[in-house]
């Protein structure tokens, strides 16, 4: 049955359970009345009325609990500050700095991650870690492809390699890295630093590297982790950056240009047993820094390369130069006026470089100490002679830098000479200690002749390689001579078959001269013959004459009778 009610109109007015409001009465229908139970429920339109109440009840409360907090905030950050004005006011220095290094300590303690900072320069010198940290991090980059997820990356390049691009990180990107299992986060911070104001100086941008890394690994990131970024940064600069040779001019001053030389030991026409025992040798030199501290010997090695023009001394020189990144330094001996002037020059060389001085045996009279001790006495008298002794470069100059005093003066250095005919040298400059390694640049050889094929025109093998190698164990051929026949062509054919030329003219004309000096030999040995057979006629002829000219004495009745044999006078 439906009941209808007629509504009544709010008044405002809160009923509380003892007195309830009206409640209106049903219209009657014609259906038979029902009476109503005394339990029966609170009408359905009082029911959104509670739940508006309720709400704005929580919200009440939600906004009395904000404000007690802002409250309590408030009047915390002004106790607060009330104690660190009265605390600046009443403790002295020492013991605000002391309550400082306190608060610093618990928030660290409460922290568990620690932050190395890496500024860019420190004060007015350059920060080197930076630059280090920089060049690793771009390394890391290029060889890290998960790296570039980051939204913003930084490329350059410099004008002399626009091809080269580098890449590195933009300010406010982060890049992870993983040293030995321990994560460090990477970060590069910029901040503006306002210029001095009674200065000209202007605003300034500071930028600076930020490693965070677990408080437990500080110890591994400042021992091991910084270190080895410092050390792989070298390498890799090291491996990136162009060399210099440098040249002696006005006497005592280097003159440096860039140097292009694309000798290697790949590229090095020399038997592959003899390289690899110099690249041995060089290796191991380089990582002998501590050993020859402990010796107590000068960082340095000496090496003498001998053997006949064109046999490839000067490019050993420039693969040496390239294997070790080293500068070279090309000392011309003619160009020095005095021992004190070279002294200059050699004490001006950096770490980490080749001083050369080729063909030594004739660039520069060198005398040894005993003639030089004679020609000083022999000049006390004229006093210009004596300056000009003392002006001249000597032996005793140059090995005094090779193992003298003047030789700790700089690390890691190579020293190396060249010449043609080692005979010529005087022994002290041969001795051990000075002149460590002794390298025989000679001829060409089959192995040589194929590492030469190959950088000419890039073949392993070919159809005239036995005869060829054949041939150059026969013949001398110096490799330069090879290579320049090589070249002369791009035609492998016709290049090959023109060396075959070569060589076998090489085969024909030593013949001739073989025979050539045969021939003068037995001509010699004909002349001696014939020398010996006049010497003994003449030998015959003078004992003859000796004979002939020879008296015999007898005494006959106490006179003397001289007799002549070849004569047929007589006479008594």
């Keep these: 049955m439906l009941r209808l009610f007629r509504p009544v109109p709010f008044t405002g007015r809160h009923h509380s359970v003892?007195?309830?409001?009206?409640?209106?009465?049903?219209?009657?229908?014609?259906?038979?009345?029902t009476p109503t139970s005394a339990h029966s429920t609170q009408p359905h339109s009082l029911t959104p009325l509670l739940h508006i109440k309720n709400k704005r009840k929580k919200q009440n409360r939600a906004m009395a609990s904000y404000d007690k907090t802002i409250a309590t905030a408030a009047s915390l950050a002004a106790s607060l500050m009330l104690v660190r004005g009265l605390a600046n006011e009443l403790l002295p220095s020492e013991a605000r700095e002391a309550l400082s290094d306190l608060l610093a300590s618990l928030r660290s303690r409460l922290t568990w991650q620690h932050t190395i900072v890496i500024e860019e320069s420190e004060g007015w010198s350059t920060n080197h870690v930076y630059g280090a940290v920089k060049a690793y991090l771009a390394a890391h980059i290029d060889n890290a492809p998960?790296?570039?997820?980051?939204?913003?990356?930084r490329v350059s390049s410099s004008e002399s390699e626009a091809e080269k691009m580098v890449v590195s990180m933009e300010a406010g990107e982060e890049m992870a890295d993983v040293?030995?299992?321990?994560?460090f986060k990477w970060c590069l911070v910029t901040r503006e630093v306002k210029g001095d104001p009674n200065g000209n100086g202007g605003a300034r941008e500071v930028r600076s590297y930020e490693v965070s890394f677990h408080?437990?690994?500080?110890?591994?990131?400042?021992?091991?982790?910084?270190?080895?970024i410092v050390a792989k940064a070298k390498a890799i600069k090291d491996g990136e950056r162009s060399l210099s040779i440098y040249m002696n001019e006005y006497s005592d001053e280097w003159n440096p240009m860039e140097l292009q030389h694309p000798s290697t030991f790949e590229t090095l026409a020399m038997d592959q047993k003899q390289k690899q025992f110099i690249i041995d040798d060089l290796d191991r030199f380089i990582k002998r820094k501590d050993y020859y501290r402990r010796i107590g010997k000068a960082w340095k090695r000496g090496y003498l390369l001998y053997g006949p023009p064109g046999t490839g001394k000067s490019s050993l020189i420039a693969a040496i130069a390239n294997h070790l990144r080293f500068d070279i330094y090309d000392l011309e001996l003619t160009g020095v006026d005095s021992n004190s002037d070279l002294r200059r020059l050699l004490v001006g060389m950096t770490n980490r470089s080749i001083l050369v001085v080729e063909d030594i045996d004739c660039t520069i009279e060198l005398k040894q100490r005993e003639d030089q001790d004679e020609d000083e006495e022999h000049a006390k008298s004229n006093s210009t002679e004596k300056k000009k002794a003392e002006d001249k470069v000597t032996l005793s100059g140059l090995l005094n830098f090779v193992d003298g005093l003047w030789s700790t003066t700089g690390e890691e250095r190579i020293i190396i000479f060249t010449t043609n005919y080692k005979e010529r040298l005087d022994p002290a400059l041969l001795r051990p200690g000075r002149m460590d390694m002794h390298i025989h640049m000679g001829y060409c050889t089959p192995e040589a002749f194929r590492i030469l094929a190959n950088n000419y025109h890039t073949i392993d093998s070919h159809a005239t390689y036995p005869e060829i190698e054949e041939l150059i164990k026969e013949v001398t051929v110096t490799p330069a001579e090879v290579a320049e026949v090589l070249m002369r062509n791009d035609d492998t054919d016709v290049a090959l078959d023109d060396l075959v030329e070569l060589l076998n003219k090489k085969k024909k004309d030593a013949a001739n001269e073989i025979k050539t000096e045969d021939k003068q030999?037995?001509?010699?040995?004909?002349?001696?013959?014939?020398?010996?057979?006049?010497?003994?006629?003449?030998?015959?002829?003078?004992?003859?004459?000796?004979?002939?000219?020879?008296?015999?004495?007898?005494?006959?009745?106490d006179k003397e009778v001289?007799?002549?044999?070849?004569?047929?006078?007589?006479?008594g």
């Design 521 to 557: 030999v037995d001509e010699k040995k004909e002349g001696v013959e014939i020398k010996a057979e006049n010497r003994q006629v003449d030998v015959k002829k003078d004992a003859n004459e000796i004979k002939t000219e020879s008296v015999q004495v007898e005494k006959k009745d």
């Design 18 to 33: 003892n007195n309830p409001p009206h409640t209106p009465l049903p219209i009657k229908e014609n259906t038979p009345h």
């Design 146 to 153: 998960a790296n570039i997820s980051m939204q913003r990356l």
């Design 562 to 571: 001289v007799v002549k044999i070849d004569s047929t006078e007589w006479s």
């Design 179 to 183: 040293y030995e299992g321990t994560e």
């Design 215 to 228: 408080k437990r690994h500080k110890e591994k990131a400042l021992k091991e982790y910084l270190p080895f």
